[in-house]
């Protein structure tokens, strides 16, 4: 191993965080967890890049705050990801289920019955948690698509430590990709896709968001108006220790016109107006640490 | 796991409790409670034993904040700058059992019962440095006081607990039914 490779294990995306967080799930007794956990949040303070992207992004969504404060609101966003990130290793390594409540639960059940669907989500809350859960109780399968992790030390420990029964496809080979998702949501399955980022080379639609113009994946939409199935806005909430609240919006229905632009262009709108709603209300819970907006990035 | 549906008042469940006065005060409340309004449209609650964040959350505090004091009393420095230094330090301190302690045990037994191992001998540590302070004629010794007397009350409520056992089992199984 070379000496670059050697201490990329201890980049923040690094190996060496995740098996620190598996041996802190299973040895840490719960009462002490707090204390760790409030210290390894301020201990990740100290990653620059992720502070400062939080921060601006902060700043877009509150406008007019200050640094000072938009500081101790980044110390809440790390304090957040920790617990939700440990959350996610404790129910994989123990299945140690946290407690959950259901808003739009009629929504939720219409998804869990319909003939395939899109649920759409965001990098809010315990996504990967919802996923695996729900993949074991679900009626129908679950296929979640996901960007897959930078360090290929980390990507070999994450597939090695993952949960069994869920399906995770990466959004990497986007046409092949494409053509797959089509084929299992016609057979009636789930496809959980992020839809508030735009990672790699992957093909987007405008948006606005909090006022701004951004960029969104079109994966989503492209796949429910070919397949002809609803997108079901989902949302993985963290409203507590070891409490989740699973939030699931009004369908988004595509319907097709002689304008495909403007029927993306509906469906995108309101997508973002439920991942704004959101996203305002829980801001502590949106792990986006790069600048979000193009001018944040500036 | 066991899971509780649409059931509020199961938050009260003796077993979603870990410590004896924790236990007691759920059953307390248990008894207590009538359906509780559900302000969710569905819920589901699993029965474990560390799911309380209230409890949880509350001695991570008092511990935290005893071993802040006990770090401040040690230190050689002027009230402002010890509290300050003491902070990383006590977080750091209470690090130790777990990364020291935490691969020995595991080596020895395997996974298991290490956790609850690790969680004793960390309390037994804070006690045996409670009993130091206590005799001492240092303010921490009140800290330590307050510590020690909370370890009593836990103790006389684990006998309340095991001489209630019966009645909470009958309560859980009402509630949990």
């Known amino acids: 191993m070379t000496q670059s490779a050697w201490w990329r294990r201890f980049s923040v995306r690094g190996v060496v965080w995740r098996q620190l967080l598996r041996f802190a799930i299973l040895t840490v007794p719960p009462w002490i967890e707090p204390i760790v956990m409030a210290f390894w949040s301020a201990f990740f303070l100290l990653w620059g890049p992720g502070r400062r992207g939080v921060m601006r992004n902060l700043k877009v969504i509150k406008p007019g705050s200050s640094a000072i404060a938009n500081f101790f609101r980044c110390y809440r966003v790390f304090w957040n990801y920790a617990w939700t990130i440990a959350d996610n290793v404790r129910f994989k390594e123990l299945r140690t289920i946290p407690d959950w409540e259901f808003i739009g639960w009629n929504h939720f059940q219409a998804m869990q019955a319909s003939n395939g669907a899109i649920l759409l989500t965001a990098h809010m809350g315990s996504y990967d948690l919802g996923a695996h859960l729900f993949s074991e109780t679900s009626t129908r399968r679950i296929v979640m698509v996901r960007a897959p992790e930078e360090d290929p030390q980390t990507r070999e420990f994450e597939e090695h430590h993952g949960a069994e029964g869920l399906r995770i496809e990466f959004n990497t080979r986007a046409t092949e990709l494409a053509l797959d998702l089509l084929e299992t949501v016609r057979d009636g399955a789930i496809v959980a896709i992020q839809g508030d980022r735009v990672t790699g080379s992957i093909s987007t639609l405008p948006a606005t968001f909090f006022g701004k113009p951004v960029n969104v994946p079109a994966g989503p939409f492209a796949l429910a108006l070919a397949a002809r199935v609803p997108i079901y806005p989902v949302f993985v909430v963290r409203v507590g220790r070891r409490r989740y609240r699973l939030v699931t919006s009004r369908p988004i229905e595509i319907t097709r016109s002689r304008n495909r632009d403007d029927d993306f262009a509906r469906a995108v709108a309101q997508w973002m107006t439920e991942l704004e709603d959101v996203v305002r209300g829980y801001w502590y819970q949106w792990f986006t640490f790069e600048p979000y907006w193009p001018e944040a990035a500036a | ?177």
């Open chain 2, 1 to 177: 796991m066991n899971v509780v549906t649409d059931r509020p008042e199961a938050r009260w469940l003796p077993s979603r409790h870990r410590f004896a006065m924790a236990r007691l005060i759920a059953y307390a409340e248990l008894r207590g409670a009538r359906a509780a309004a559900n302000n969710t449209e569905h819920l589901i609650l699993p029965i474990d034993r560390d799911q309380t964040a209230a409890e949880m959350n509350g001695i991570a505090i008092w511990v935290f904040v005893t071993t802040v004091c006990y770090v401040v009393a040690a230190l050689p420095l002027v009230w402002p700058a010890a509290i300050i230094v003491a902070i990383p330090i006590a977080a750091i301190a209470l690090h130790f059992p777990i990364v020291v302690i935490g691969p020995i045990v595991r080596m020895l037994i395997g996974d298991g019962d290490h956790v609850k191992i690790i969680s004793v001998v960390t309390m037994v540590l804070l006690a045996i440095t409670s009993s130091y302070f206590v005799v001492s004629s240092s303010w921490a010794r009140y800290v330590a006081s307050f510590f020690l007397a909370v370890l009593l009350v836990n103790g006389a409520a684990a006998v309340v607990v095991w001489l209630l056992r019966g009645s909470i089992r009958s309560a859980e199984k009402r509630c949990a039914r």
